[in-house]
Nanobody, 131 residues
Framework: DVQLVESGGGLVQPGGSLRLSCAVS????????ISWLRQSPGKEREGVTA????????YYGDSVKGRFTISQDTAKKTVYLQMDSLKPEDTATYYC????????????????????????WGQGTQVTVSS
């Protein structure tokens, strides 16, 4: 079974930074598509970024390119989301999700925003960007 635990959310001023962590409990850590998705009230869940673990290929949504960075620590089985230059519109609950196991980097890059592609989810962590 795969379990995911997010941490690192909080309140930050516009222009500030936060780093989220997603600890993955699984037998292996290779060949997973780990995606960060976010949801704010009244909006659909949105794919933010993803990484195909092991290989380390990364993918980003247009709204966060150049501001957010996803990375992995394979020894700790943890995926990180470094968020810089935060904006009020980044306010949301952020979820990490695992899926497309063994599917390859192409599918990870094409489907990281699709909820249905991810059977394993963390509990979510709140990020609030406000002055």
């Amino acid at each position: 079974d795969v379990q995911l635990v997010e941490s690192g959310g909080g309140l930050v001023q516009p222009g500030g930074s936060l780093r989220l962590s997603c600890a993955v409990s699984s037998v292996t850590f290779s060949s997973y598509c780990i995606s960060w998705l976010r949801q704010s009230p009244g909006k659909e869940r949105e794919g933010v970024t993803a990484i195909y673990t092991g290989v380390g290929s990364t993918y980003y949504g247009d709204s966060v390119k150049g501001r957010f960075t996803i990375s992995q620590d394979t020894a700790k089985k943890t995926v990180y989301l470094q968020m810089d230059s935060l904006k009020p519109e980044d306010t949301a609950t952020y979820y990490c999700a695992a899926g497309l196991i063994g599917a390859g980097t192409w599918f990870c890059g094409r489907r990281f925003g699709e909820k249905a592609a991810f059977p394993h989810w963390g509990q979510g962590t709140q990020v609030t960007v406000s002055s």
